[in-house]
């Protein structure tokens, strides 16, 4: 398969929406979905970090994927979050998904069993072959305690023809930059963290794949249009008008602070599974003055 197609520079991480008692709130994500297209989004992430994928079983997933497919499949593309820390239950979950009719799929690096470089590059070709659909590595060492090199990215992405990017939220521009550089053709670098978007593309990044993008995707969306036409200034300062929501939201573990954000808009996606919590009432008030600050309310 060719590397030309790309997923677009915008892609907002998609909330998993609940119901009151904490059940998949399926027609809650396809309205999510719809918003979030006709707000100019290029492409969508489901069940990502953003979208609690630890606490939504692969049943639900599935039936997640297949509600925004039905929703918005025909308009943009829809990228399956499938990575888990076990290669083999990856392997037949990836396949099963790509049965459903998605675009692509994403793979974070394996978390708590700490590969070596070695075993990641396994872990990722083997899914990745398996799945035979355009592949979005996710490098996330916050979460998943080990950094996956830029040797280890640069070699799966010349060595396996349909891994074509990776989100990169290592904050490690000097590994960002050695993938750029020396990447193949077509194989682009997405910023994972809304406030390292800007450094990222300056960098030779593509794009974002992003949080914020739920709650604010047109001006995050101006954002990275503005800076893939060489208009800095214009993005710099969107940037900076956006970026203390964009810390707020990140005050304690995504997506807690983004839902109760969403419930400020109007646009309420329901709570959090345990082990995360809801907002409590003083993060809630302080959010809410952020969010009038920026203007987002």
Do not use: W
């Not at 050695?178 to 053709?185: G, K, L, S, Y």
């Amino acid at each position: 398969m060719s590397r030309t197609p790309t997923f677009g520079r915008f892609i907002p991480a998609m909330i998993t929406p609940f119901t009151p008692d904490l059940d998949l709130d399926l027609k809650r994500a396809q309205e999510l979905a719809t918003r979030l297209v006709n707000k100019g989004s290029d492409a969508l992430i489901i069940s990502g970090t953003t979208g609690e994928s630890p606490t939504v079983f692969y049943p639900q997933k599935i039936r997640l994927f297949e509600a925004v497919i039905e929703a918005v499949g025909r308009e943009v593309p829809v990228i399956a979050n499938v990575g888990d820390n076990c290669t083999a239950d990856s392997v037949d979950f990836a396949r099963e998904v790509v049965r459903l009719g998605v675009d692509g799929i994403m793979l974070v690096v394996p978390y708590y069993n700490k590969p070596p470089q070695e075993g990641l590059y396994r872990h990722f070709r083997s899914i990745a072959e398996a799945a035979g659909v355009p592949t979005i590595l996710y490098n996330i060492p916050g979460r998943c305690v080990i950094n996956m090199e830029a040797s280890t990215t640069l070699r799966l992405a010349h060595d396996v023809e349909n891994i074509i990017a990776i989100k990169e939220a290592s904050g490690r521009f000097e590994q960002i930059s050695e993938i750029v550089a020396d990447a193949p053709e077509g194989f682009v670098v997405y910023s994972g963290d809304d406030e390292q978007t800007l450094p990222l593309m300056e960098l030779g990044g593509y794009g974002v794949i992003s949080t914020i993008g739920n709650l604010a995707p047109e001006r995050m969306n101006a954002i990275v249009k503005a800076m893939a036409v060489g208009d800095h200034t214009r993005a710099l300062a969107t940037h900076l008008k956006l970026q203390p929501l964009m810390k707020e939201l990140f005050v304690t573990a995504n997506p807690i602070m983004l839902k109760a954000a969403m419930r400020l808009i109007g646009f309420d996606c329901g709570g959090v599974r345990l082990p995360l919590i809801d907002a409590t009432d003083e993060q809630i008030a302080e959010l809410e003055e952020v969010m009038h600050a920026t203007g987002v309310l």
